[in-house]
């Protein structure tokens, strides 16, 4: 177990973000904090850098002006970034941190940035999924 990946363990338990489990070997956690709407959240230990990932929901099949909106939803955004993953079959928040001088604030600003995009852009974002 890396320095980095015992570090980023301990600021979670210590932010009170619950881990539902754990990949030593890749050295990821998969989180949730129920009381700031964030389930299933990726923590993934890629030194030199942390990257959060979270799936918001599926792309639709007919997406209309979603992806214009994700782009001005970025802008919005006080960290982290909508994008989609690998063969664009979902709509994720991404964000990324240094490793080398992340602290337990660093880390909790991106978590909370997640739990106010959701907050501010949910509702849209679900009348998307529903399209």
Not at 80 to 99: E, F, P
Request: net charge negative.
């Amino acid at each position: 177990m890396s320095e980095h990946f015992e570090k980023v363990q301990n600021y979670l338990l210590e932010l009170g973000i619950k881990i539902l489990s754990t990949n030593v070997e890749e050295e990821l956690f998969v989180v949730e904090d129920e009381e700031n709407g964030i389930s299933n959240l990726i923590v993934d230990c890629e030194a030199p850098i942390l990257v959060l990932e979270q799936v918001i929901m599926p792309t639709p099949a007919n997406p209309g002006d979603l992806y214009k909106r994700l782009l001005q939803m970025n802008g919005e955004l006080v960290h982290g970034a909508y994008a989609l993953s690998d063969g664009a079959r979902l709509v994720v928040w991404r964000d990324t941190l240094q490793m080398e001088n992340l602290d337990l604030n660093e880390l909790e600003a991106s978590v909370r940035a997640l739990s106010l995009a959701m907050a501010e852009h949910c509702t849209e974002l679900l009348t998307y999924a529903r399209a």
